[in-house]
């Protein structure tokens, strides 16, 4: 299965709801990496769950404050310590090992083709 990637991008939110919004993720993301305090990245589940759950839990932060959703790639660069992005790293990773698997599957089936059974049921003259 291949798992869309997405970023959470928060503004503006007070610590508790900071904290919510990282319960959410944590406990409905397939995988996450969480490194700076208002950004998360994960995989699975698409962009509008995670506005609308989140929206739940913090539904007064667009007078003050913003949250932002947005389905991303794989291909990024960063600029920080080895520690702080081997998390991102390894998950980025082992999505596209997943997307190999998937499209390698996928492009077998598709050589393989259906399974026809023509021997005893075409007339051949």
């Known amino acids: 299965m291949n798992e869309?990637?997405?970023?959470i991008v928060t503004y503006s939110l007070t610590d508790f709801e900071r904290?919510?919004?990282?319960?959410l993720v944590k406990s409905n993301a397939d995988r996450w990496w969480h490194q700076f305090?208002?950004?998360w990245i994960g995989w699975g589940k698409p962009t509008s769950f995670w506005r609308d759950l989140i929206k739940e839990v913090?539904?007064?932060a667009g007078p003050r404050g913003a949250i932002l959703v947005m389905e991303i790639g794989s291909r990024y660069a960063s600029f920080g310590?080895?520690?702080?992005?081997?998390g991102l790293?390894?998950?980025v990773l082992a999505n596209l090992r997943q997307r190999t698997k998937t499209?390698?599957?996928l492009r077998d089936q598709d050589v393989a083709g259906p399974s026809?059974?023509?021997?005893?049921s075409l007339p051949f003259g």
Do not use: N
């Open 89 to 91: 790293r390894l998950q």
């Open 19 to 23: 904290g919510q919004v990282h319960q």
């Open 37 to 39: 305090p208002d950004v």
């Open 81 to 86: 310590t080895d520690e702080q992005f081997d």
């Open 103 to 105: 499209e390698r599957r």
């Open 4 to 7: 869309a990637a997405y970023i």
């Open 58 to 60: 913090v539904p007064d």
């Open 116 to 120: 026809l059974d023509v021997g005893s």
